[in-house]
């Protein structure tokens, strides 16, 4: 058994099952590591799984080292939480694994590739957008005044965004899934949410796709509120120095590992066989 200190104590981190491959899964804004919970059990018969909470995740424990809690100033665009990412995987004596990062997750998940690409086999990137504001030359899938809207409710009424937004981003008409994502979109502290999203949702990190030297699996539902289907077949198109394809899952929303965890596992599947 691994004895957990310093970062890995504080991510809450996890790993389980057999096998010599790692899958290190990394959830997105709002969530926690319980979202995982439906592919972690179907993979950990043939891999080890690493799961874990970002800072920024109402579940992180930031009792164990308080300089490991989240800090706006610190915490000022993705790079910092790669840079958190390739710690936690030294700390776990993590020589190489597949990478699979949800959302925002899915750009760290690039940037720490780039930083130290012998420790990533393969990226599997779901609900990835390196941007999200449209231009004339890229279709983000929100204007600007949108987005400047969408940080001013947050500001304004965390709570009341939180219950409006989760099931316009978990899709689908469950409730017991749209639930779950809103209860740990609602256990982040309102001023570290509105920090997250602005980082999210004004950040531009197209330059760094060409940069990515990994092999890409980029998934993408067919009907996502939050990331247009042209996103993932720009970013194959721009990651030019890895082999990369895209893989749509024909389901509602920004949350497959929820909504459509069967056909998730089937690409995860291909992914780790090829």
Same mark, same amino acid.
């Not at 957008?129 to 400047?148: L, V, W």
């Given at each position: 058994?691994?004895?957990?200190?310093g970062l890995s104590a504080s991510m809450n981190t996890?790993?389980? &099952?057999?096998?010599?491959? =790692?899958?290190?899964?990394?959830? &997105?804004?709002? %969530?926690?590591?319980?979202?995982?919970?439906?592919?972690?059990?179907?993979?950990?018969?043939?891999?080890?799984?690493?799961?874990?909470?970002?800072?920024?995740? &109402?579940?992180?424990?930031?009792?164990?080292?308080?300089?490991?809690?989240?800090?706006?100033?610190?915490?000022?665009?993705?790079?910092?939480?790669?840079?958190? #990412?390739?710690?936690?995987?030294?700390?776990?004596?993590?020589?190489?694994?597949?990478?699979?990062?949800?959302?925002?997750?899915?750009?760290i998940g690039c940037i720490a590739s780039i930083k130290?690409?012998? #420790?990533?086999?393969?990226?599997?990137? =779901?609900?990835?957008?390196?941007?999200?504001?449209?231009?004339?030359?890229?279709?983000?899938?929100?204007?600007?005044?949108?987005? /400047?809207?969408? =940080?001013?409710?947050?500001?304004?009424?965390?709570?009341?965004?939180?219950?409006?937004?989760?099931?316009?981003?978990?899709?689908?008409?469950?409730?017991? =899934?749209?639930?779950k994502f809103e209860t740990s979109l609602k256990r982040?502290?309102? /001023?570290?949410?509105?920090?997250? %999203?602005?980082?999210?949702?004004?950040?531009?990190?197209?330059?760094? +796709?060409?940069?990515?030297?990994?092999?890409?699996?980029?998934?993408?539902?067919?009907?996502?509120?939050?990331?247009?289907?042209?996103?993932?077949?720009?970013?194959?198109?721009?990651?030019?120095?890895?082999?990369?394809?895209?893989?749509?899952?024909?389901?509602?929303?920004?949350?497959?590992?929820?909504?459509?965890?069967?056909? +998730? #596992?089937?690409? #995860?599947?291909?992914?780790?066989?090829?």
């Amino acid at each position: 058994m691994v004895m957990l200190k310093g970062l890995s104590a504080s991510m809450n981190t996890k790993i389980s &099952g057999t096998g010599d491959e =790692i899958i290190v899964l990394a959830h &997105g804004f709002g %969530a926690d590591q319980s979202l995982w919970e439906n592919i972690v059990a179907p993979l950990e018969e043939k891999h080890q799984v690493l799961v874990f909470d970002w800072s920024f995740s &109402g579940a992180f424990n930031d009792e164990v080292q308080s300089n490991h809690s989240f800090d706006a100033l610190k915490y000022d665009s993705l790079h910092a939480f790669s840079d958190d #990412l390739l710690s936690l995987i030294d700390e776990m004596n993590i020589k190489s694994c597949v990478f699979v990062g949800h959302s925002m997750s899915a750009m760290i998940g690039c940037i720490a590739s780039i930083k130290r690409p012998h #420790l990533f086999k393969k990226l599997v990137l =779901i609900g990835a957008s390196p941007k999200y504001i449209n231009t004339e030359e890229y279709e983000g899938g929100f204007d600007a005044t949108q987005i /400047e809207q969408l =940080i001013e409710t947050i500001e304004t009424n965390f709570l009341i965004w939180a219950t409006a937004f989760a099931p316009i981003a978990v899709g689908g008409k469950d409730p017991l =899934i749209i639930e779950k994502f809103e209860t740990s979109l609602k256990r982040m502290r309102p /001023e570290i949410g509105l920090a997250v %999203a602005k980082i999210i949702f004004y950040g531009d990190y197209r330059d760094i +796709l060409e940069k990515v030297e990994t092999k890409c699996t980029i998934i993408n539902t067919t009907n996502d509120p939050i990331v247009p289907s042209s996103v993932p077949y720009f970013m194959q198109k721009k990651m030019i120095n890895a082999k990369s394809r895209v893989e749509l899952i024909n389901v509602d929303g920004h949350f497959p590992h929820l909504t459509a965890h069967h056909e +998730l #596992l089937n690409v #995860l599947s291909r992914v780790l066989d090829s």
